[in-house]
Nanobody, 117 residues
Framework: QVQLVESGGGLVQAGGSLRLSCAASGSIFSINSMGWYRQAPGKERELVAEIARGGSTNYADSVKGRFTISTDNAKRTVYLQMNSLKPEDTAVYYC???????????WGQGTQVTVSS
């Protein structure tokens, strides 16, 4: 069974920074991609950033230039460095892992990020 454990969320003032981490464990043949999604109250879950096995990245327009996604493949960990945070970044952030070839996906339990104005 695959488990994703997220950490790094919290309360920060606008303009501040946070770094989220998501560590994958369990039986994983190979990773196709890992990414971060977020869901604000009353809104649908949306993609924030993702990174593919080849290293290519994709960001939501709203976070380009402020957020950076990276991985430590040896640790099977994905990070999200969030700078210049805005109140509209407030949401529960979820980590997602997609398995190579099968494309089965797994989700973390979510971590709350709250940005005060």
């Amino acid at each position: 069974q695959v488990q994703l454990v997220e950490s790094g969320g919290g309360l920060v003032q606008a303009g501040g920074s946070l770094r989220l981490s998501c560590a994958a464990s369990g039986s994983i043949f190979s990773i196709n991609s890992m990414g971060w999604y977020r869901q604000a109250p009353g809104k649908e879950r949306e993609l924030v950033a993702e990174i593919a096995r080849g290293g290519s990245t994709n960001y939501a327009d709203s976070v380009k230039g402020r957020f950076t996604i990276s991985t430590d493949n040896a640790k099977r960990t994905v990070y999200l460095q969030m700078n210049s945070l805005k109140p509209e970044d407030t949401a529960v952030y979820y980590c997602r892992l997609v398995v190579f070839l099968t494309l089965r996906n797994y989700w973390g339990q979510g971590t709350q990020v709250t940005v005060s104005s």
